[in-house]
């Protein structure tokens, strides 16, 4: 099949594919095109009006570089027939060469390409790249010596850029890893770059993934408390996940965010379709902030021209006329120092203070997920959700390590017939006055307990004390939660009973009636704690003895096993 047996040529200079399939490189359109204008006379004047005596139709530089000329033009959909280099209309339209090398896991790969923030596709029912999948050896490629496809991408509409012909390459398809490549089209071709392999982590059923309805993700500027050390610190987003997750845990999360971002998705974050969200790349800080306030989701805009740009405002530290901004850039370039950013509204502007500081962005924004996270710049998770070998990275760009949290458990109980304390140990037995409250309790109304120094931090997050009362009961009382120095107790009443003058408090890390056959806590680990375990079940109907031993609660928790001994 010859090139002339698909395209024509009009009177206009229109020249247009019109039948089959085949496609070819820009060389081959230009070397036709020269073919007919040697001719002594044009054979038809409505699909093929070139000969001696019209304009000269095409000029070549390169092999890979053909210049339409004297009015002669392509149009998109003849663009799509066409590779190997560039083509540049009469008017200035240019159709650039795009190659991308590489080698993808999976045949079924859609790679995409995004231009000025959207898909790049002029095929709408459905919305898909002409280019198809990678079935078939890719367009015009050929997998097995690493090309996946060359086609043509619109870079210029009559002399004026899109984007300043910037595009993105991505692919991401559902079980693979995730990879982008951002190109600088020009004329010729250019060259993007892109790999995937199996995803160990992302072996879930999408249809049931993407129904999950316990993955939330709370959007913009705020704070976390890893319980850490290091006091709340600033993210743009908080994920958590719930019940039809907490099998997976963060893998579930991992895989909600590869679905919410993925090829096909109609899904949104942060306002704009998860295929074309990435995170923050850029940071920067801003004075004399001017009219209505900036708003966390709009796009922003600034420059003209070369500086011209546009972000997504992803989270905003609002100082008053000075703060803040993590953006994602959308379009154009970053911004200057100096440069005016308007709001969406266009009713509000703050200047650039300072040069804007670039942020790496991960192929998924959630970060690299391998059973371990190492979470991507300002993503956020609750404390409860990570392990001591997960880290995340605050909008400060510090890492952030949760405290490792362990649990010690008494097992060997007998539901509804068990008693367990547990506590801190010293000469093999409790130590009942591990702290000591500031003062001696005589309250009617007791919400709070003030020590005499710092509660240390192996403490759970809730449970129980025992109190040392003047008539040598040792009172159990449940806190809901600490701080510093403070436990927040449920309201007790002191005044018929005040807490002894030795003010001797006492942490019972385990303290119940048994409910099962086993019984635990969860505190975060800092040094190796030695424990006393005591259990016991003196009832009339299998009554056994008392069962004490030492245990220790270390980095990786602890547990003890409470033999029954009959005592009947």
């Not at 705020?222 to 994920?239: A, C, E, F, K, V």
């Not at 004075?287 to 972000?311: K, M, N």
Request: charged share 15%.
């Amino acid at each position: 099949m010859a090139i002339q047996d698909d395209f024509t040529i009009a009177v206009n200079g229109d020249i247009r594919h019109t039948a089959n399939n085949n496609h070819y490189t820009v060389l081959e359109l230009h070397r036709w095109l020269q073919d007919e204008a040697d001719n002594a006379q044009a054979v038809d004047t409505s699909n093929d009006f070139v000969d001696i005596t019209t304009a000269t139709p095409s000029e070549r530089a390169t092999d890979n570089i053909i210049t339409l000329i004297n009015g002669f033009n392509i149009d998109d959909d003849a663009a799509e027939y066409l590779y190997d280099g560039s083509i540049e209309n009469s008017d200035g339209t240019l159709y650039s060469g795009l190659t991308v090398l590489g080698a993808v896991n999976n045949t079924a790969t859609q790679i995409v390409v995004i231009q000025d923030n959207a898909l790049y596709t002029y095929t709408t029912t459905p919305a898909s790249p002409f280019w198809g999948t990678q079935a078939g050896g890719g367009y015009n490629g050929d997998a097995a010596s690493g090309l996946l496809m060359k086609c043509l991408i619109k870079t210029s509409i009559a002399g004026s850029d899109i984007d300043g012909k910037r595009i993105r390459v991505q692919a991401r398809h559902w079980g693979d890893t995730y990879d982008f490549f951002n190109v600088q089209m020009g004329t010729g071709s250019s060259v993007a770059a892109l790999g995937t392999t199996p995803d160990a982590q992302n072996n879930g059923t999408q249809g049931t993934v993407t129904a999950y309805s316990h993955v939330t993700n709370t959007e913009g500027y705020q704070t976390i408390d890893l319980s850490n050390g290091n006091g709340p610190q600033p993210y743009y987003s908080q994920w958590t996940y719930g019940a039809d997750t907490s099998g997976d845990g963060i893998k579930g999360i991992y895989e909600y965010i590869k679905d919410l971002t993925g090829n096909t998705t109609a899904k949104t974050i942060h306002g704009i379709n998860g295929e074309l969200f990435l995170g923050v790349t850029h940071e920067y800080a801003y004075d004399t902030e001017t009219g209505a306030s900036f708003i966390e989701d709009d796009v922003i805009t600034w420059g003209t021209g070369a500086t011209a740009g546009t972000g997504l405002l992803l989270a905003l530290n609002d100082g008053g006329t000075t703060g803040t901004v993590w953006m994602q850039l959308l379009t154009g370039v970053a911004p200057t120092d100096g440069l005016t950013i308007s709001n969406e509204a266009a009713d509000g502007t703050h200047d650039l203070n300072g040069a804007p500081t670039l942020r790496t962005i991960p192929k998924i924004f959630l970060g690299s997920y391998t059973g371990t996270l190492i979470g991507a710049f300002g993503v956020g998770l609750l404390a409860g959700d990570l392990s001591s070998s997960d880290r995340i990275t605050d909008l400060l760009n510090v890492n952030q390590t949760p405290p490792n949290n362990q649990t010690f458990t008494v097992s060997g109980l007998v539901a509804s017939e068990d008693y367990v304390l547990v506590g801190p140990e010293v000469a093999n037995d409790f130590e009942f006055d591990q702290l000591t409250s500031n003062a001696v309790e005589t309250g009617a109304a007791v919400t709070s307990l003030l020590m005499s120094a710092v509660i240390p931090t192996d403490t759970p997050s809730s449970g129980t004390l025992r109190i040392h009362l003047a008539s040598g009961i040792r009172l159990k009382v449940a806190y809901s939660s600490y701080t510093g120095s403070t436990f927040t107790i449920a309201s007790t009443d002191f005044s018929g009973d005040n807490s002894n003058a030795d003010k001797a408090v006492m942490i019972s890390y385990i303290d119940v009636a048994t409910a099962s056959t086993s019984e635990s806590f969860t505190a975060v680990y800092s040094s190796n704690r030695d424990l006393r375990v005591r259990r016991r079940d003196g009832g009339a109907g299998s009554p056994t003895k008392t069962y004490e031993s030492n245990a220790t609660f270390t980095s990786s928790g602890g547990s003890a096993v409470a033999a029954r001994i009959t005592d009947a």
